[in-house]
């Protein structure tokens, strides 16, 4: 078979992969080597779907010998299978980057043999890149659930970035789902990544001769919409990840209707964006407003609110902690603001130094007055609306709300009429 | 006392000579611009500045003493290519000499947060296109990036693809300025590109057929199957891909040709 063909094979089933982030590893070039990797990662294009690419984001095989329900590459489907030599994908990898159309390689695979023997071979592709070629630039590795701890090692040394999928957000959906997959097989290795990822990062501090173990973190991603969980489920298992794990980052994947089968969606069913966009605000929360799972969420409210973003619902459920004075408020108080971003929160406190702020100055700063203006006092003057129900106050904050969510939410609506 | 309009020869020296200069009159400032882009007008009080290096020089260092800030805002004030920043320079060289370097995060000053947001926007515009350069490989073995950008920003695009590509041959070409610069394996140098070169490229956002490398083609191709299959149709939204991949890049962009 040729390249070009299992080039869009194996693309075509890399595309339910989210995440495509080259950020966190700061890699310089070495001498008669090519290529180094931006802290801040670089985005390269953008696909149809508006999501970024930076990676050369493909499987090594898609010829697989599990069978979960909701997966295209499933052994029970058919469709033309392919598998990459480790040449192949280096020869792709290098020739795209010295073109930079990408930042580096996302290699995942399905498994084929047995887990062990897939993740040497994604080990032996990386091995080449990096020792024959002397390829610097970024590369983020998929761990096969259940590979061996050594093989795991041995990738970490090699990749920026290492990822194992949670795949589901609970044990019984994994069971009746992916039932060659079990919590055990994906939470060792996470927790194997994990140890090492502090563990090296430790003694780096103590001298830089310490080799880097997958310096970029880890990160992963689950399903959402496949199953029964609540936000709430998904929500705390995401809080413990990030605590528990260090992990990096936690991607949700809407499901996307590829199979049938009774446990899941029906394949008419689209995939549910506005619950996944949710559940990346409330993620956006607890990694840098520093909220915590159980604010965000309760057993009485267990799903995050359709039509309100969820830093809007807190402050909503908690309005006896508002108005705030602008001019008083820590840095820890405006954050809960909503229309209070990281960079304006900063900015306000770079700018109280010097002088009071006055009304006038919100906007310049960068507040999304619209928003906070029900939150907010200045010099003991209320902004919002007194006279204002909290019937009409929800009202206000849902038209209030980034263009981009309103329509998403309403291009949603209307597909659920047809 | 009315106010004056200094005028410099629009280099970055000139351009600092001028705000010293304004600085040490003490009088009021209506204007500082680069003399190219101005034209003269009734009651206007005309003051042209020689560029003074020596001036530029201790404007510089001191702005170097105010941290990252000062001297981004006036490096990236002035790749930005904007006819007003000189002024809004003016203004932040008052307010430090008032306030001490923490003036420069007083965003409720319009010169600051036009300063802020003009280097935040070249700051932006190197970043992307970090990203958006695509280079063709020449068949002389050298990879070659046609690009056109609103700011200035090849000097940063130089210098990342100078700690990147190794030993590798390269050409960055901002077609709209026409400046270009060729790493040769270990420095950067200015060159020029033949003007019937620079035209074909200018109008058909490719090289032409015959400088291209063997294998050149066949890596389009597959990058470009590659940039179709990774999308998902289930999830398609063109006007996102717009808003972050805007029209004007897509002139140069393999994966975009024919949309």
Not at chain 1, 209 to 229: D, H, K, L, Y
């Amino acid at each position: 078979m040729k390249t070009s063909e299992k080039l869009t094979i194996l693309a075509d089933a890399a595309k339910y992969d989210a995440s495509c982030s080259s950020s966190g590893s700061s890699r310089s070039n070495t001498a008669g080597g090519i290529g180094s990797a931006a802290m801040s990662g670089i985005c390269h294009s953008w696909s149809a779907d508006g999501r970024c690419i930076s990676l050369l984001k493909i499987l090594l095989s898609n010829d697989c010998i599990f069978d979960c329900a909701y997966c295209l590459s499933r052994r029970s489907n058919t469709l033309p299978r392919a598998t990459f030599t480790a040449e192949e994908v280096a020869d792709l990898t290098i020739n795209f980057y010295l073109r930079n159309y990408i930042e580096g390689l996302f290699l995942s695979s399905a498994v084929y043999g047995s887990p062990d023997r897939t993740m040497a071979d994604m080990v032996d592709v990386c091995r080449l890149l990096r020792k024959k070629h002397r390829f610097n630039g970024y590369i983020h590795l998929k761990v096969i659930p259940g590979s061996s701890p050594e093989l795991v090692r041995q990738a970490g040394f090699l990749a920026d970035r290492l990822s194992v999928n949670i795949e589901l957000p609970s044990e019984q959906s994994l069971k009746m789902l992916a039932p060659q997959k079990t919590k055990r097989t994906i939470m060792v290795p996470m927790q194997q990544i994990g140890e090492e990822y502090s563990g090296f990062q430790r003694d780096r501090m103590k001298s830089r001769n310490v080799p880097c173990f997958c310096p970029a973190g880890q990160s992963t991603q689950m399903i959402v919409g496949a199953s029964a969980e609540s936000d709430l489920q998904i929500l705390t298992l995401t809080e413990n990840l990030y605590t528990r794990m260090q992990l990096k980052r936690v991607y949700y994947s809407a499901y996307m209707a590829v199979n049938t089968s009774p446990n899941l969606p029906a394949l008419t069913s689209g995939p549910p964006l506005v619950r996944e966009h949710r559940l990346y605000q409330a993620d956006w929360l607890l990694r840098f407003y520093r909220f915590q799972a159980h604010e965000i969420l309760s057993a009485a409210h267990p799903f995050l609110d359709d039509r309100l973003d969820p830093k809007v619902a807190w402050a909503l459920r908690n309005f006896d902690l508002f108005p705030i004075d602008i001019n008083r408020a820590s840095y820890e108080e405006l954050l809960r603001v909503p229309g209070i971003g990281v960079t304006s929160a900063r900015r306000i406190i770079a700018t109280r130094r010097l002088c009071a702020i006055r009304e006038e100055d919100l906007k310049k700063i960068g507040l999304v007055v619209k928003r906070a203006r029900h939150f907010i006092t200045i010099g003991g003057k209320y902004l919002g609306d007194h006279t204002m129900s909290h019937q009409q106050l929800v009202g206000a904050m849902r038209s209030a709300e980034k263009p981009g969510s309103i329509k998403l939410l309403r291009e949603t609506r209307q597909l659920r009429l047809f | 006392m009315t106010s004056s309009i200094y005028l410099h020869d629009g280099s970055f020296e000139g351009m600092l000579s001028a705000v010293a200069f304004a600085v040490k009159s003490g009088g009021s400032v209506h204007g500082i611009y680069d003399e190219k882009s101005y034209s003269v007008q009734l009651f206007d009080m005309v003051v042209t500045v020689p560029t003074d290096s020596l001036q530029a020089e201790k404007l510089f260092s001191y702005l170097k003493n105010l941290g990252e800030y000062a001297v981004q805002f006036t490096i990236n004030g002035f790749l930005g290519e904007e006819r007003a920043v000189g002024f809004h320079l003016y203004q932040m060289v008052q307010l430090c000499l008032r306030h001490g370097a923490r003036a420069l995060e007083l965003y409720r000053d319009d010169s600051i947060r036009y300063l802020s947001q003009l280097s935040r926007r070249v700051n932006g515009e190197a970043h992307r296109l970090s990203g958006l350069i695509r280079f063709r490989e020449l068949k002389e073995d050298i990879y070659y990036a046609p690009f056109e950008s609103d700011c200035n920003v090849i000097g940063y695009l130089a210098r990342h693809f100078s700690c990147r590509m190794g030993s590798r041959q390269w050409i960055l070409h901002d077609v709209g300025r026409n400046i270009s610069l060729h790493w040769d394996g270990s420095k950067v140098q200015s060159i020029e590109v033949d003007s019937a070169f620079t035209t074909y490229v200018l109008e058909n956002g490719e090289v032409p057929d015959t400088h291209l490398g063997n294998t050149e083609r066949y890596y389009q191709q597959l990058w470009q199957s590659f940039h179709a299959t990774i999308a998902n149709p289930d999830r398609e939204n063109r006007k996102l891909q717009r808003q972050l991949m805007p029209k004007r890049y897509w002139r140069y962009l393999v994966e975009m040709r024919g949309n």
